[in-house]
């Protein structure tokens, strides 16, 4: 096992807002049942915000995981949050929460990888933590509030989203497990999509669309073609998780905790099969959330540290993947 300068995992914390849409709920909107959900998905509720705005999810993260790390916000460095649904183009997230929180003068910014933010943000926040002198506590935070874009007449994509956000606060740690494998493929941006806002400034006089190479988007809705994302999410999270741990010099079985993307059980349950290893080991609360893109992660995180499934000293890999298409591991212990 090859022993770096990694991360410590000082404290830890989720939120999401308290109004639930069960998928009795959905059935009321779209043609669809909580039986087909159940079965192909494994969702059963999620929580969606109620006026609330994303950066108010991810402060209450943040102020639980400072509490839980037993710092005050002042102590904070740099804040990273990892959003695809931001409040504002300017300021970022990272800025909002830092006013909210009252971490003033710490570095702040977003990073946007789609459901694979978390874990390109642990990287990031490793990598500045082991060559910055001047950082030496880090607040990473997903928040997300897809509810924003989606579309409540699709009832293939619908269904599948909620809101939520979560937080750790690292450190350095000399001598550590520490491993991490990311990556893109462009050539699938057309596969998950939301457009921003199109040009149409006063000077324009070409009407013509430019062809971007991406879908037809409904205003800026959220827009997947899921058969193509379900191929290669089930093939790119057991090979995430596999060149990390190589990397690591541990096996996947050494793990005591996979913490993957919540987007859809199958995919999970088949990335536990080409892994070879059982599902006891697959954190799965995707029934309680749904999918939270970037957030989905750290909250299972969070909720398996509550209730006892990870614990201090545990062999950790963190895996996402998403729009981009992107892709990510990142082994630790906690
Ligand atoms: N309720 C009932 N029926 C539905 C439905 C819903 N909510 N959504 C789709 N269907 C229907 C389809 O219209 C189709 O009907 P048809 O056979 O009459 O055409 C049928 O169910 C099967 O559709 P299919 O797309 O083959 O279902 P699936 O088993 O592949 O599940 C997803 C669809 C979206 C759940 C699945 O492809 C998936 O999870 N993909 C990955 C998406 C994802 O993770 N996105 C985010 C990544 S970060």
Same mark, same amino acid.
């Given at each position: 096992?090859?022993?770096v300068?990694g991360?410590?995992?000082?404290g830890?914390?989720?939120?999401v807002p308290?109004?639930?849409a069960t998928?009795e709920?959905?059935?009321?909107?779209?043609?669809t049942?909580?039986?087909w959900?159940t079965?192909?998905t494994?969702i059963?509720?999620?929580?969606?915000t109620n006026? =609330?705005?994303?950066?108010y999810?991810?402060a !209450?993260?943040?102020?639980?995981a400072i509490?839980?790390a037993g710092?005050e916000?002042t102590?904070? #460095?740099l804040?990273?949050?990892?959003?695809?649904?931001p409040?504002f183009?300017?300021p970022?997230?990272?800025?909002?929460?830092?006013r909210?929180?009252?971490?003033i003068g710490s570095?702040a910014m977003?990073?946007?990888c789609?459901c694979?933010g978390?874990?390109?943000g642990?990287?990031m926040?490793?990598r500045y933590?082991?060559?910055d002198?001047? $950082?030496?506590?880090v607040?990473?935070?997903?928040? =997300?509030e897809?509810?924003?874009? $989606?579309?409540?007449t699709? !009832?293939?994509?619908?269904?599948l989203?909620? #809101?939520?956000?979560?937080a750790?606060?690292?450190q350095?740690q000399?001598?550590a497990?520490?491993?991490s494998?990311?990556?893109?493929?462009g050539n699938g941006?057309?596969?998950?999509?939301? !457009?921003a806002l199109?040009s149409?400034?006063v000077?324009r006089?070409n009407?013509?669309?430019?062809d971007?190479d991406?879908?037809e988007?409904k #205003?800026?809705?959220f827009t997947q073609?899921g058969k193509e994302?379900?191929k290669?999410?089930t093939?790119?999270?057991?090979?995430a998780?596999?060149?990390?741990c =190589?990397?690591a010099g541990?096996?996947? =079985?050494?793990?005591?905790a996979?913490?993957?993307?919540?987007?859809n059980v199958?995919i999970?349950?088949?990335?536990a099969?080409?892994l070879?290893?059982s599902m006891?080991?697959? $954190?799965?609360?995707?029934?309680r959330y749904?999918?939270?893109s970037?957030?989905s992660i750290?909250?299972?995180?969070?909720d398996a540290?509550?209730?006892?499934?990870?614990k201090?000293g #545990?062999?950790i890999?963190l895996?996402?993947?998403?729009g981009?298409?992107?892709?990510?591991?990142v082994?630790?212990e906690?």
């Amino acid at each position: 096992m090859a022993k770096v300068t990694g991360i410590k995992v000082k404290g830890i914390g989720s939120y999401v807002p308290e109004a639930i849409a069960t998928n009795e709920d959905f059935a009321k909107i779209v043609d669809t049942s909580d039986e087909w959900i159940t079965q192909r998905t494994g969702i059963k509720t999620r929580h969606i915000t109620n006026g =609330e705005p994303n950066y108010y999810l991810g402060a !209450r993260a943040a102020e639980k995981a400072i509490a839980d790390a037993g710092i005050e916000p002042t102590d904070i #460095d740099l804040i990273i949050v990892a959003t695809c649904t931001p409040d504002f183009y300017t300021p970022s997230e990272a800025c909002l929460i830092q006013r909210e929180i009252g971490a003033i003068g710490s570095m702040a910014m977003d990073i946007n990888c789609a459901c694979t933010g978390f874990d390109y943000g642990v990287d990031m926040a490793k990598r500045y933590l082991q060559s910055d002198d001047d $950082v030496h506590t880090v607040l990473l935070i997903a928040a =997300e509030e897809l509810s924003k874009f $989606v579309d409540y007449t699709d !009832r293939s994509s619908c269904i599948l989203f909620g #809101d939520g956000a979560a937080a750790f606060v690292l450190q350095k740690q000399e001598n550590a497990l520490y491993a991490s494998y990311l990556g893109a493929d462009g050539n699938g941006a057309k596969f998950l999509a939301a !457009r921003a806002l199109k040009s149409e400034n006063v000077f324009r006089t070409n009407k013509e669309e430019f062809d971007m190479d991406m879908p037809e988007l409904k #205003d800026y809705f959220f827009t997947q073609d899921g058969k193509e994302v379900y191929k290669f999410a089930t093939k790119a999270l057991p090979n995430a998780v596999l060149k990390a741990c =190589e990397k690591a010099g541990i096996s996947p =079985e050494e793990l005591d905790a996979i913490v993957p993307h919540q987007a859809n059980v199958r995919i999970i349950e088949t990335a536990a099969k080409n892994l070879g290893v059982s599902m006891d080991k697959m $954190v799965v609360y995707i029934d309680r959330y749904g999918n939270t893109s970037s957030a989905s992660i750290p909250m299972a995180f969070c909720d398996a540290v509550a209730e006892g499934r990870i614990k201090r000293g #545990d062999k950790i890999c963190l895996v996402g993947f998403g729009g981009g298409l992107t892709y990510a591991a990142v082994v630790f212990e906690y």
